[in-house]
Nanobody, 119 residues
């Protein structure tokens, strides 16, 4: 059983910052890519940022220059530093992890953490 547990969400004013954390625990082979997704009410889930085990990152155009993804491989954790937050960033943010190459061993999702940005 593998669990991903997110933390760090909350309510913040526009222009503010939040840092999300996600920790993987349980029995897994090797956590590879780790991503952050978000889903706003009435919208499809979208990829916000991703990072490979080697540290290669990618971002959605809407968050480039404002969000930074990082990870701690020793602790199997991934972080999302969010700066200059906008009301449009309001969503439930979910952590995702691949176990093994391209998730061949397993693919895991966290329950999500709410981020609300007020104008």
């Amino acid at each position: 059983q593998v669990q991903l547990v997110e933390s760090g969400g909350g309510l913040v004013q526009a222009g503010g910052s939040l840092t999300l954390s996600c920790a993987a625990s349980g029995s897994f082979f090797s956590i590879n890519a780790m991503n952050w997704y978000r889903q706003a009410p009435g919208k499809q889930r979208e990829l916000v940022a991703g990072i490979t085990r080697g540290g290669i990152t990618n971002y959605a155009d809407s968050v480039k220059g404002r969000f930074t993804i990082s990870r701690d491989n020793a602790k199997n954790m991934v972080f999302l530093q969010m700066n200059s937050l906008e009301p449009e960033d309001t969503a439930v943010y979910h952590c995702y992890a691949d176990d093994g190459y391209r998730g061949l061993v397993g693919r895991y999702w966290g329950q999500g953490t709410q981020v609300t940005v007020s104008s």
